[in-house]
Structure formats: C-alpha cells, structure tokens
C-alpha cells in the first residue's frame, strides 16, 4: 500500500451550451453513480495546465484551446474504505476538434487503468435538481457552475 499523499489533478470544465463534458462512473456494489470533469493526475514538475492537455490528448486524442483557470478546489474524504486527499485545478477550456461536440456520449481511454471512460454531455441542472441531483466531483464545483 502506497503512502498517504496529496493527490494533485488538472480537470477540463467543457461546455457545450448548458451541458458540460463529464465522465460518468456507473453505479457499483459500493458506491452510487457519480461524474466527474475529464482529466487526471499532475506528474512531478508537471504546471496543471500543461497535465490538462496531455490527458485530453491521451483520453480523447483532442487539442485543447482557450483555457484559462476557473478554479481550485481542496478535499479530504473517505473514498472505497480509504482516505484520500485531493486538489483540483479545474480550467474552463474548448476542445478544437468538432467531433466530441457533435455526439452525446462517447468512450474515452484511461491508459494508466487500462480502462475505458463513458464521456457523456450532462446539463448543469442536473447537478443542482433539488429533488435528486446528480453527483458532481468535487462537490464544490456545483456551486459555481
């Protein structure tokens, strides 16, 4: 088991109108379904900004433009039994190639799990419905969308 760590992670906030690009995590045996912004991990001497490009390209094979930082976001939390502490740097950014744009959902790749991604266009309302609002990873970034 690795040791306790800040995990640091560079996320795109892409809009398409109201909809934003997110990737969804079906429900499980132990966790109900969540989504959260594309991206991943900041590697040592790696700007956020730079680890935002390359995981687009490594998870879509897309170009970035237009990205500027929106905010950052800090959390501890209790995650599969373990717990984990995490800062987001979340940028707002535009995706050069038309295609993701042109599809509601579509598969991404995660090279460092092997696994694939289900990247889905999600309405900001449905992170903010009163009665059963979606979960958004990080919880704060609700409030600022």
């Known amino acids: 088991m690795s040791e306790p760590h800040i ?3 560079a996320r795109g906030l892409v809009r398409r109108g ?7 995590e079906p429900r499980s045996d132990a966790n109900p379904p969540y989504h959260y ?3 991943g991990g900041v590697q040592f001497g790696e700007h956020s900004e730079e680890a935002l490009h390359r ?3 490594e998870e879509l094979g897309v170009s970035l ?3 500027t930082h929106f905010e950052t976001y800090e959390a501890v939390f209790t995650f599969g039994g373990r717990r984990h502490h995490e800062i987001w740097r979340v940028y707002e950014a ?3 190639e038309a295609w993701p744009y042109e599809r509601d959902e579509f598969p991404g790749y995660e090279p460092e799990h092997d696994e694939r991604i ?3 266009w999600k309405s900001s309302a449905d992170f903010r419905d009163e009665d059963d609002p979606e979960t958004l990873y990080p919880e704060a970034l609700v409030a600022d969308l």
């Open 18 to 24: 109201d909809e934003l690009l997110v990737a969804r």
């Open 55 to 57: 995981e687009f390209e």
């Open 65 to 67: 433009s237009n990205v």
């Open 94 to 96: 535009v995706i050069d």
């Open 7 to 9: 995990r640091v992670s």
């Open 118 to 120: 289900a990247c889905v």
């Open 37 to 39: 912004p594309l991206g």
